[in-house]
């Protein structure tokens, strides 16, 4: 952060009538230093700071301009405001006030990482392709900025998203050496943890961590049948791919992750791909409606507490609002080429005006 030291001490003195002349002899340093500290010229020595605070009847902290360390809900407010102003208001105060808060606290790392993201999630809020690669370029500074926490946490929270906006900009070797700096243990230590908190006797962190745990494993499951339904689709082998979706699917109603809004969105516009490049369109406009009936699920993050399986897990706030999300959803249907065979079906019209109207909400 730059300190503004100057100022504070220049808006202090005056506040209380004093003249320069009046501190210089208080602390017995020269008018001439005293002018200096004002204009940013030069900072006090360090121990004239306690008397220098003293005299202008504050604290060091508030002399030197420190902010406190931002809390986790301030991060949250901050980045809300800066996405309600993506998705409500003007993109350009959008990108200007996520810049604001990043030179008012440029020591924050986690507020740096969600600001990122949220920049990362807005760019279909771009009306060029140039804004969207200037807010992605903006979005990879403040990821790289908070990839240099000495919190772990975070850190490596911060070399996971830069990974996920790489690939996104097509620089997959980027993205491979961004993996690189996470560190991996042997074995994971929350395998470990649930048997150690069960042992000890609190049966409530044991139960939370082997929740937490089953959450990462179904996550990394999806990708991995995600990425071979991905492969096979490519190699037009249409039956491997949708038994791939499907394993995913009956993967999340076995956990109740079905039960989540847009949890299944991904594996249904993928099924109906599937139909539509095989130009099946029954298939693909059933495949459709189930991909509609899945984004009237409410967005409700408690929902997940709702299953045995993940009731003692807490839910990060999301920093995006519902109808930004169902805006992002109707572009995903509406602008993809692989359904242009069904642009004159009544049906699919219907749809897509379904999809619209979720939108609106």
Known sequence: MELSIGKNIQDKRKALGLTQEQLASALGVSIAAVSKWETGGACPDITLLSPLARLL??????????????????????????SREFEQGSFERAVALAEKYRKEYPNSALLKLRLG?????????????????????????LMRDAAKSEEVSTREAAWQSLCALLMQKGR?????KALEQIHQPVMDPAAMKVSVYYAMGDLGKSKQTAQ???????????????TLSNLAKKEKDYALALKMEDLSLRLFRMFD????????????????????????ARETLDTLHDFVTCARMPLDLEAVKASPFFDSIEMREMS????????????????????????GNPEFREILEELAQLSEK
């Open 320 to 343: 995006y609002s519902e109808s930004y999300l169902n805006r992002c959803v109707c572009q995903m249907v509406r602008e993809n080429p692989a359904f242009d065979f069904l642009k």
């Open 117 to 141: 993201s949220v920049c990362m999630m807005h760019t279909p809020c771009a009306r060029t392709e140039e804004e969207a690669e200037g807010l992605l370029e903006q979005a990879e500074a």
């Open 212 to 226: 937490y745990l089953l959450t990462n494993h179904l996550t990394a499951c999806d990708i991995a049948l995600n």
């Open 57 to 82: 009847d504050i604290t060091v902290d508030d002399l030197l301009g420190f902010e406190p360390q931002l809390s986790t809900e301030q991060v949250i407010d901050f980045c809300g405001q800066c």
């Open 172 to 176: 997959y070797e980027d993205a491979l």
């Open 257 to 280: 992750r079905d039960k989540l809004y847009g949890q299944n969105l991904n594996h249904y516009l993928m099924i109906a791909q599937c139909y539509a490049e095989e130009g099946k």
